[in-house]
């Protein structure tokens, strides 16, 4: 199951669109709709949307790659989307090593939605729009409108 329109909806309005290649509050070198820009790439002259949504489109699929790695419990289309948005944001070895996935992998679905919660830091600062973003995930994960598709790796 792909990433649906409800998680885009959030990832590109969490992220927002840019052109040219700024600091995300972690410090990273950061581009288009959050496409943390790699030692090879360069964008001298900034992106426009299509080249941005190209680079969203990859950047999706690894993060869908790895929640579908990680995650062995079946979840709704809104949890798997707040699962692909949240590693899209801080990237798979967070997930991996969170005991987020810990409670969602042992069947503790609501305390892996309230681990989501405790994401919204940048060192010891909490960071408002972390705050909104994950507060967005967690909503996400509740939708009553996203539970009728499981996907199961039973």
């Known amino acids: 199951m792909p990433f649906g329109s409800a998680g885009l909806a959030l990832l590109k309005k969490s992220e927002g669109f840019r052109n040219k290649i700024y600091r995300d509050p972690a410090g990273i070198p950061t581009i288009g ?6 030692p090879s790439e360069s964008f001298p002259d900034g992106i426009d949307e299509a080249q941005a949504s190209q680079l969203l489109a990859q950047d999706i699929g690894i993060a869908e790659k790895a929640v579908l790695k990680l995650v062995k419990v079946a979840i709704t289309q809104g949890q798997f989307d707040a699962l692909v948005d949240f590693v899209y ?3 798979p070895n967070r997930l991996a090593a969170s005991t987020l996935l810990r409670d969602l992998n042992i069947g ?16 010891t600062k909490e960071v408002a729009g972390l705050k909104a973003r994950r507060e967005a995930e967690f909503h996400l994960w ?13």
Request: glycine share 8%; proline share 3%; no cysteine.
């Open 33 to 38: 709709y959050g496409h943390r820009v790699l």
């Open 89 to 91: 944001n801080l990237g």
């Open 108 to 123: 503790r679905y609501d305390a892996a939605a309230e681990q989501l919660l405790m994401w919204d830091h940048v060192g």
């Open 142 to 154: 509740h939708n009553p409108l996203l539970r009728a598709e499981v996907i199961s790796w039973a």
